[in-house]
């Protein structure tokens, strides 16, 4: 994608055909505006100059009505093509943006700023409608009407038609002209909404700290301030597309009183030229007089819908930008994935740097761990334990070294293939608006009613007085009806569901009272049963009951072995626990 415009130039392929429809429907409109204006004129030059009564005019008064109704007809079908195309594009972009950020993973989306990123999926796609559903078809419609009206005026009055041709092209350049101003102001008002989405969303998750720190009140002030700004630029853009409509009313209604004038000093006699020496009759002259409007109603609407191009020329320069950034596509798939059973995984010589930072998150890292065993990491804040995690997630890229799952290069594997050999509890476990059972199947939604349950009671996820519905409960959003407890054995009944060979958790029990903590220590023995487990952990009575412990430091194993044999060498391990230290700060 070589620019922003290029990219909302190329969103055209996806709408190419209710496009179409809407242009030649909205031509068809055209050429039944010509019929009205003519039988229109027919009727009034028969009942006024000839003077027929209504009966010898029935025909023509049933054709008005079947022009009318075929208009009408038209310009609805007009209406739901441009809808339609405008859907097929936002469609397109939305999925593509979900997958773009599907396949960057969680830390590239950690990056950015949630408030703004929320706002380009949904209001930046949204600013597409009006280039998709008016502009585009009207861009072209807006010249296909008119010359058609023209060349139809010329046919009767080469003075009326040349009226015709050389004001035309007036109000589309003064449209270009106003445009470019209200393109700019869009752009700056679409950061604008950004920023105080961003600035909104954080105050939101302060508010408590405010609330603790007597600062609500300036936070307040801040929030009207950003508002503020944002009112005065979605004013300004206002202000010049009222601007420009009134600069094409203006043109437009120069160009009736021109043709209006002509036909006038033509009926005094003052004026004889331009209808190719005919006599201007009121059939003639009506009939170009309601022509006159219907040549420039198109290039006015194409005027009304021209701030629609600058909103979505806005929405295109950041949403352009987004998915520049996301996308990473491999030259070729890796092959999928054919091992089954156990998983076997082994570290040499990694090392990673912090996202951003010049320092070193792993240095050198060797690890390696056997098929079905239990492996707790234990290390301070920092030891580079969850950029470990990460890597096997396959959430950051492998910049030095080698990681081997069962004997294969990690980076030969089909990430979707290895991820669902993945069972992964985190210490922050996302819980989405839905019911326990909808939760739970997020680790597999081919799950029966019975496999559910068993998943559910495997992590000591039992029915209580909050339970009253049983798996039907609703968590409410993010969880908020669920305790702590209770969210990480929804989380490891994901695991159980999910059935995977390799486990990697994240500080299972971090957080948690020893009621919690030991039923979630129980689930562990059960869920470890025939599968490799790697888990993260700064607690150390959760680290002795995995089959071996190595220990973090620098980005590097400093030590490990079994919970006795740490103890025995009387090395850092032992220290903490000799020290009375439980928990690794």
């Not at 009671?457 to 409410?476: K, R, S, Y």
């Not at 470890?528 to 190595?550: C, K, P, S, V």
Request: charged letters at 15%.
């Amino acid at each position: 994608m070589s620019s922003p415009l290029d990219w909302l130039h190329a969103l055209r392929t996806h709408c190419r055909r209710p496009v179409m429809l809407s242009i030649i429907m909205a031509t068809g409109g055209g050429v039944c505006a010509i019929a009205q204006a003519a039988l229109f004129a027919h009727i009034l030059h028969s009942m006024v100059i000839d003077g027929l009564s209504r009966e010898p005019l029935l025909s023509s008064f049933v054709a008005i009505a079947a022009v009318l109704l075929i208009r009408a007809l038209l310009a609805w079908g007009r209406e739901i093509c441009g809808q339609h195309s405008s859907t097929l594009v936002r469609r397109f972009v939305r999925r593509n943006l979900i997958e773009q950020l599907t396949a960057a993973g969680p830390m590239a989306i950690q990056a950015k700023q949630t408030a703004p990123l929320a706002n380009s999926i949904i209001e930046r796609v949204e600013a597409l409608h009006g280039y998709f559903a008016h502009y585009l078809p009207q861009k072209t419609v807006a010249m296909t009407i008119p010359v058609l009206i023209i060349i139809t005026a010329f046919s009767v009055s080469w003075a009326v038609g040349l009226i015709f041709l050389i004001t035309a092209p007036m109000i589309p350049a003064m449209m270009i002209l106003i445009g470019r101003g209200a393109e700019k102001l869009s752009q700056k008002n679409f950061q604008l909404l950004s920023q105080m989405s961003a600035h909104f969303l954080d105050t939101l998750r302060g508010l408590a700290t405010l609330k603790l720190f007597k600062r609500s009140q300036e936070e307040t002030e801040r929030i009207a301030l950003s508002s503020e700004k944002y009112r005065k630029g979605t004013m300004a853009v206002l202000r010049v597309a009222f601007l420009s409509s009134a600069v094409l009313e203006f043109f437009t209604s120069v160009a009736i009183a021109m043709t209006a004038v002509f036909l006038g000093l033509t009926y005094l006699n003052y004026l004889d030229f331009g209808l190719y020496g005919n006599q201007l009759t009121l059939r003639t002259g009506l009939f170009l007089l309601l022509l006159t409007p219907d040549v420039y109603l198109p290039l006015r609407d194409l005027g009304t819908h021209f701030h629609a191009r600058a909103d979505a020329l806005g929405a295109a320069d950041e949403l352009h930008a987004l998915l520049t950034d996301l996308e990473d596509q491999p030259e070729h798939a890796p092959p999928p994935l054919h091992f089954t059973g156990s998983v076997a995984v082994e570290l040499r010589q990694v090392s990673q740097l912090y996202a951003g930072r010049n320092r070193l998150a792993l240095n050198g890292l060797d690890l390696s761990v056997s098929a079905g065993e239990w492996l707790a990491i234990v290390g301070a804040s920092g030891a580079g334990k969850t950029t470990l995690l990460n890597l096997l997630l396959g959430f950051l890229p492998l910049q030095q070294g080698e990681i081997l799952v069962n004997g294969r290069p990690i980076k030969s594997l089909d990430s979707d293939g290895w991820r669902r050999r993945i069972a992964w509890v985190p210490q922050q476990s996302q819980m989405f608006v839905g019911s326990l059972a909808d939760n739970i199947r997020l680790g597999n939604p081919d799950l029966s009613p019975q496999q559910l349950q068993v998943a559910a009671e495997q992590a000591n996820l039992q029915p209580d007085d909050q339970f009253n519905q049983g798996l039907a409960t609703e968590v409410g959003e993010q969880g908020c009806k669920l305790s702590g407890g209770q969210v990480r054995r929804v989380a490891l009944a994901r695991a159980f569901a999910k059935d995977a060979p390799l486990l990697l958790l994240d500080e299972p029990t971090a957080g948690l009272d020893l009621e919690n903590e030991r039923m979630i220590m129980a689930s562990l023995e059960r869920l470890r049963q025939g599968r490799t487990m790697i888990m993260l952990t700064h607690r150390l009575d959760t680290a002795r009951h995995a089959d071996r412990i190595a220990v973090m430091a620098n980005g590097m194993i400093i030590e490990q072995g079994s919970h006795q044999q740490l103890l025995e060498r009387n090395g850092v391990y032992a220290g903490l626990l000799t020290g009375g230290e439980q928990v690794i700060s």
